[in-house]
Protein backbone atom coordinates (compact mmCIF):
# COMPACT_ATOMS: atom_id res chain seq x y z
CA UNK A 1 0.00 0.00 0.00
CA UNK A 2 1.30 3.93 -1.08
CA UNK A 3 1.50 5.90 1.97
CA UNK A 4 2.90 9.29 2.08
CA UNK A 5 3.55 10.92 5.82
CA UNK A 6 3.82 14.53 5.94
CA UNK A 7 5.47 16.38 8.81
CA UNK A 8 7.36 19.63 9.72
CA UNK A 9 4.93 22.28 9.97
CA UNK A 10 4.06 24.65 12.49
CA UNK A 11 3.77 28.26 13.76
CA UNK A 12 6.23 30.53 11.83
CA UNK A 13 7.16 34.46 11.47
CA UNK A 14 6.50 36.33 8.44
CA UNK A 15 9.99 36.23 6.79
CA UNK A 16 11.09 33.23 8.79
CA UNK A 17 12.08 29.50 7.07
CA UNK A 18 10.58 25.81 7.54
CA UNK A 19 11.42 23.03 6.03
CA UNK A 20 8.51 20.27 5.08
CA UNK A 21 9.08 16.56 5.02
CA UNK A 22 7.38 13.33 3.48
CA UNK A 23 8.03 9.98 3.97
CA UNK A 24 7.00 7.57 1.13
CA UNK A 25 6.71 3.95 1.73
CA UNK A 26 4.90 0.98 -0.83
CA UNK A 27 5.83 2.12 -4.54
CA UNK A 28 9.55 2.49 -5.92
CA UNK A 29 10.20 6.22 -5.03
CA UNK A 30 12.91 6.92 -7.84
CA UNK A 31 10.29 5.84 -9.82
CA UNK A 32 7.80 8.33 -9.45
CA UNK A 33 7.96 12.51 -10.00
CA UNK A 34 6.25 14.15 -6.77
CA UNK A 35 5.06 17.07 -6.17
CA UNK A 36 3.58 19.43 -3.24
CA UNK A 37 0.29 20.97 -3.30
CA UNK A 38 -1.38 22.86 -0.63
CA UNK A 39 -4.75 24.30 0.45
CA UNK A 40 -5.05 27.49 2.64
CA UNK A 41 -8.14 26.72 5.24
CA UNK A 42 -11.43 26.75 3.60
CA UNK A 43 -10.28 27.70 0.29
CA UNK A 44 -8.98 25.66 -3.13
CA UNK A 45 -6.01 23.85 -4.02
CA UNK A 46 -3.26 24.95 -5.46
CA UNK A 47 0.50 23.20 -7.12
CA UNK A 48 3.25 24.39 -5.15
CA UNK A 49 6.31 22.50 -6.77
CA UNK A 50 6.91 19.50 -8.40
CA UNK A 51 10.35 16.88 -8.77
CA UNK A 52 11.08 14.44 -11.38
CA UNK A 53 12.04 11.15 -10.12
CA UNK A 54 15.71 11.37 -10.07
CA UNK A 55 15.43 14.61 -8.93
CA UNK A 56 16.89 16.52 -12.14
CA UNK A 57 14.74 18.88 -12.75
CA UNK A 58 11.86 20.67 -10.71
CA UNK A 59 9.03 22.80 -10.94
CA UNK A 60 7.15 25.96 -9.04
CA UNK A 61 4.49 27.75 -9.50
CA UNK A 62 4.97 31.62 -9.50
CA UNK A 63 3.55 32.04 -6.40
CA UNK A 64 6.11 30.66 -4.84
CA UNK A 65 9.50 30.60 -7.04
CA UNK A 66 12.59 32.00 -6.02
CA UNK A 67 11.06 31.15 -2.38
CA UNK A 68 10.66 27.51 -2.16
CA UNK A 69 12.94 25.17 -2.80
CA UNK A 70 11.58 21.13 -3.38
CA UNK A 71 14.36 18.00 -3.93
CA UNK A 72 14.23 14.62 -2.59
CA UNK A 73 16.90 11.95 -1.11
CA UNK A 74 15.93 8.40 -3.04
CA UNK A 75 17.73 6.72 -0.74
CA UNK A 76 15.73 7.66 2.10
CA UNK A 77 12.50 7.68 0.30
CA UNK A 78 12.07 11.10 1.20
CA UNK A 79 10.56 14.16 -0.18
CA UNK A 80 11.18 17.95 0.88
CA UNK A 81 10.36 21.40 0.46
CA UNK A 82 12.67 24.48 1.87
CA UNK A 83 10.36 27.24 2.51
CA UNK A 84 11.62 30.49 2.98
CA UNK A 85 11.05 34.40 3.31
CA UNK A 86 7.69 32.96 4.04
CA UNK A 87 4.33 35.50 4.07
CA UNK A 88 0.61 35.09 5.63
CA UNK A 89 -0.48 33.89 2.42
CA UNK A 90 1.46 30.96 2.64
CA UNK A 91 -0.52 29.96 5.61
CA UNK A 92 -2.31 26.73 4.32
CA UNK A 93 -2.63 22.66 4.96
CA UNK A 94 0.10 21.68 2.90
CA UNK A 95 0.07 18.18 1.10
CA UNK A 96 2.65 15.36 -0.77
CA UNK A 97 1.45 13.44 -3.58
CA UNK A 98 2.52 10.88 -6.23
CA UNK A 99 2.75 11.69 -9.55
CA UNK A 100 1.59 9.33 -12.41
CA UNK A 101 5.59 8.43 -13.61
CA UNK A 102 8.95 9.62 -13.73
CA UNK A 103 8.96 12.70 -15.45
CA UNK A 104 5.49 14.42 -15.38
CA UNK A 105 3.06 17.18 -14.15
CA UNK A 106 0.14 14.96 -14.37
CA UNK A 107 -2.04 13.53 -11.61
CA UNK A 108 -1.46 12.66 -8.37
CA UNK A 109 -2.79 9.43 -6.52
CA UNK A 110 -2.37 9.22 -4.04
CA UNK A 111 -2.25 12.35 -1.53
CA UNK A 112 -0.91 12.49 1.76
CA UNK A 113 -2.95 13.89 4.71
CA UNK A 114 -0.87 17.04 5.25
CA UNK A 115 0.88 19.01 7.50
CA UNK A 116 -0.38 22.65 8.44
CA UNK A 117 1.81 25.75 8.08
CA UNK A 118 1.13 29.26 9.58
CA UNK A 119 2.60 32.19 8.63
CA UNK A 120 1.97 35.02 11.65
CA UNK A 121 3.85 37.12 14.06
CA UNK B 1 -2.45 32.60 -14.11
CA UNK B 2 -6.07 32.43 -13.50
CA UNK B 3 -7.29 29.14 -11.71
CA UNK B 4 -9.43 27.07 -13.85
CA UNK B 5 -13.33 28.35 -13.74
CA UNK B 6 -15.65 26.12 -12.13
CA UNK B 7 -19.44 26.41 -10.76
CA UNK B 8 -18.74 27.53 -6.64
CA UNK B 9 -22.14 24.57 -6.21
CA UNK B 10 -24.24 22.43 -7.70
CA UNK B 11 -27.13 20.17 -6.47
CA UNK B 12 -28.97 17.36 -7.43
CA UNK B 13 -31.21 14.48 -5.66
CA UNK B 14 -30.28 10.85 -5.58
CA UNK B 15 -30.31 9.02 -8.58
CA UNK B 16 -30.10 11.74 -11.08
CA UNK B 17 -27.18 12.93 -13.05
CA UNK B 18 -24.86 16.28 -12.47
CA UNK B 19 -22.19 17.85 -14.78
CA UNK B 20 -19.48 19.80 -13.13
CA UNK B 21 -17.89 22.30 -16.30
CA UNK B 22 -13.90 23.72 -15.89
CA UNK B 23 -13.14 26.27 -18.07
CA UNK B 24 -9.43 26.94 -19.27
CA UNK B 25 -7.76 28.84 -21.75
CA UNK B 26 -5.68 27.32 -25.24
CA UNK B 27 -2.44 27.76 -22.80
CA UNK B 28 -3.87 24.78 -20.51
CA UNK B 29 -7.19 22.83 -20.92
CA UNK B 30 -7.32 23.38 -24.37
CA UNK B 31 -3.72 22.35 -25.31
CA UNK B 32 -3.48 19.24 -23.54
CA UNK B 33 -5.05 15.99 -22.34
CA UNK B 34 -3.53 15.95 -19.08
CA UNK B 35 -6.67 17.02 -17.30
CA UNK B 36 -7.47 15.03 -14.01
CA UNK B 37 -10.60 15.58 -11.63
CA UNK B 38 -10.32 15.19 -7.67
CA UNK B 39 -13.23 14.46 -5.07
CA UNK B 40 -12.82 16.03 -1.62
CA UNK B 41 -14.96 14.71 1.36
CA UNK B 42 -14.95 18.04 4.53
CA UNK B 43 -11.80 16.80 6.68
CA UNK B 44 -10.07 14.74 4.20
CA UNK B 45 -7.45 14.82 1.65
CA UNK B 46 -8.32 14.93 -2.03
CA UNK B 47 -8.73 11.55 -4.11
CA UNK B 48 -8.60 11.29 -8.03
CA UNK B 49 -11.10 10.10 -9.52
CA UNK B 50 -10.34 11.29 -12.95
CA UNK B 51 -7.02 11.55 -14.88
CA UNK B 52 -6.05 12.26 -18.74
CA UNK B 53 -9.68 14.38 -19.19
CA UNK B 54 -11.59 10.26 -19.54
CA UNK B 55 -9.59 7.57 -17.62
CA UNK B 56 -11.19 6.30 -14.40
CA UNK B 57 -8.55 4.76 -11.73
CA UNK B 58 -9.05 1.24 -10.53
CA UNK B 59 -11.52 1.47 -7.85
CA UNK B 60 -13.64 4.38 -8.65
CA UNK B 61 -17.19 3.92 -9.93
CA UNK B 62 -18.53 3.88 -13.20
CA UNK B 63 -20.64 6.59 -12.27
CA UNK B 64 -18.27 9.14 -12.56
CA UNK B 65 -17.48 10.11 -16.09
CA UNK B 66 -15.09 13.06 -17.81
CA UNK B 67 -14.94 14.66 -21.18
CA UNK B 68 -13.83 17.44 -22.82
CA UNK B 69 -14.91 19.76 -25.37
CA UNK B 70 -12.41 22.78 -26.32
CA UNK B 71 -11.16 24.87 -23.61
CA UNK B 72 -14.15 23.27 -20.98
CA UNK B 73 -13.67 19.96 -19.43
CA UNK B 74 -16.42 18.46 -18.04
CA UNK B 75 -17.53 15.71 -14.76
CA UNK B 76 -20.51 14.32 -15.07
CA UNK B 77 -21.64 11.98 -11.69
CA UNK B 78 -24.60 9.59 -12.93
CA UNK B 79 -27.01 7.71 -10.13
CA UNK B 80 -26.26 10.41 -7.34
CA UNK B 81 -25.72 8.93 -4.20
CA UNK B 82 -25.49 10.67 -0.39
CA UNK B 83 -21.94 9.65 -0.47
CA UNK B 84 -20.96 12.02 -3.60
CA UNK B 85 -21.64 15.20 -1.48
CA UNK B 86 -18.11 16.51 -1.39
CA UNK B 87 -15.86 19.13 -2.80
CA UNK B 88 -14.72 18.50 -6.02
CA UNK B 89 -11.62 20.41 -8.31
CA UNK B 90 -10.10 20.28 -11.80
CA UNK B 91 -6.90 20.26 -12.35
CA UNK B 92 -4.51 20.94 -15.57
CA UNK B 93 -1.30 21.22 -17.14
CA UNK B 94 -0.08 24.44 -18.35
CA UNK B 95 2.34 24.94 -21.43
CA UNK B 96 4.37 27.02 -18.82
CA UNK B 97 5.48 23.56 -17.51
CA UNK B 98 2.60 24.37 -14.43
CA UNK B 99 -0.74 22.97 -12.89
CA UNK B 100 -3.63 24.61 -12.12
CA UNK B 101 -6.60 24.13 -10.21
CA UNK B 102 -9.86 25.11 -10.63
CA UNK B 103 -11.54 27.43 -7.87
CA UNK B 104 -13.67 23.85 -6.94
CA UNK B 105 -17.69 22.92 -6.66
CA UNK B 106 -18.95 22.00 -3.54
CA UNK B 107 -21.55 19.17 -4.74
CA UNK B 108 -24.52 19.05 -2.77
CA UNK B 109 -27.13 15.48 -2.96
CA UNK B 110 -30.56 16.75 -1.63
Known amino acids: EVQLLESGGGLVQPGGSLRLSCAASGFTFRSYAMSWLRQPPGMGLEWVSG????????FYSDSVKGRFTISRDNSKNMLYLQMDNLRAEDTALYYC??????????????WGQGTLVTVSS | QSALTQPASVSGSPGQSITISCTGTSSDVGSYNRVSWYQQPPGKAPKLIIY???KRPSGVSNRFSGSKSGNTASLTISGLQAEDEADYYC??????????FGGGTRLTVL
Open chain 2, 91 to 100: NSFTRTYTLI
Open chain 1, 97 to 110: AKDSGTYSLSYFDP
Open chain 1, 51 to 58: ITGSGSTT
Open chain 2, 52 to 54: DVT
